[in-house]
């Protein structure tokens, strides 16, 4: 019989802010990594105070913010469409972790009825200064039903999973659409990178998942429909993560990284990051 034992996966470190050493953490029976240890909650908003968080601001200066903002607006149509796909037509959407809120503003130009979550106050200050009313926590909308629920690059964020997890499957209407974007450890630029994979993230990641854990994460009113490949995120993580690893801000090594986890994707499946579209029991 398989040892269901907890085991290191491997060392890394907060790279952004604290410079603070973490351990990741094989769960088998949730068939994740797990950022070890985890901070408190009332201090998870610390590891957050930088201006090199991108998804935070709306900056444009530097390389890496510059290309994270044009990768965004491609995303943003491309995240549209996938909705309108799934959802048959437009009607409310739910986004956690809204960031700046630019998904939800595009959602509304195009008639949507939208709502919005994000904890950070500097990012929820900007989207309200951009007419999104942006609430603080999940909890602000508990006894309300969406008809699109998403989550774009957030999951891995948010404490205590389990109840969480609860609490978003009952924001989706009966035969309503989650959609969720996470990263992906069994990549091949995860694989190439190792403790200096940008998408660890740690401690702000306090989850990693593969496609088996996405699989096994919701409850059994939860149908996964589609899962799809992000090929932009290989080459945005590749270059941070050479970064990382060289200091080099820029890296043309990194870019082919890039080039051959999506290549390699096209045989494994397993790409640097991945959407999974679920559909709610009617």
């Keep these: 019989m398989e040892n269901l034992q907890n085991k290191k996966h491997l060392s890394t470190k907060d790279f952004l802010v604290s410079g603070e050493s973490f351990d990741l953490i094989y769960n088998p029976q949730k068939n994740l990594l797990c950022t070890s240890p985890q901070p408190k909650a009332e201090n998870l908003a610390r590891y957050y ?3 090199s968080y991108i998804s935070h601001t709306d900056d444009t200066k530097g390389l890496m913010a510059w290309l994270y903002q044009k990768v965004k607006s491609y995303a943003l149509e491309s995240k549209m469409s996938l909705i309108e796909s799934r959802n048959n037509g437009t009607t409310s959407v739910l986004d956690i972790g809204a960031g700046t809120g630019e998904f939800l503003k595009l959602a509304s130009d195009r008639n949507w009825e939208i709502a919005g979550v994000e904890p950070n106050e500097k990012a929820r200050m900007l989207a309200n200064s951009k007419g999104m009313n942006l609430k ?7 006894s309300s039903e969406f008809d699109v629920v998403t989550l774009w690059h957030v999951l891995e964020h948010l404490p205590d999973l389990e109840t969480t997890i609860k609490k978003i499957e009952a924001l989706v209407k009966p035969s309503g659409v989650l959609i969720i974007a996470v990263p992906n450890y069994k990549s091949y630029d ?3 990178y190792k403790e200096f994979w940008a998408a660890y993230d740690v401690p702000r990641h306090l989850w990693h998942f593969s496609k088996e854990s996405m699989k096994g994460l919701f409850s059994s009113e939860m149908k996964l429909e589609k899962i799809k490949p992000m090929y932009f995120d290989s080459f945005y993580v590749s270059l941070l993560s050479e970064k990382y690893k060289t200091k080099n801000n820029f890296s043309i090594k990194a870019l082919l990284v890039g080039l051959w986890s ?20 009617n």
């Design 136 to 142: 603080s926590q999940i909890d602000d909308f508990k």
């Design 49 to 51: 105070e930088s201006d």
């Design 262 to 281: 999506n290549v390699s994707g096209i045989r494994t499946k397993e790409y640097s990051s991945h959407i999974y579209c679920f559909r709610k029991a």
């Design 190 to 192: 995860a694989n190439y």
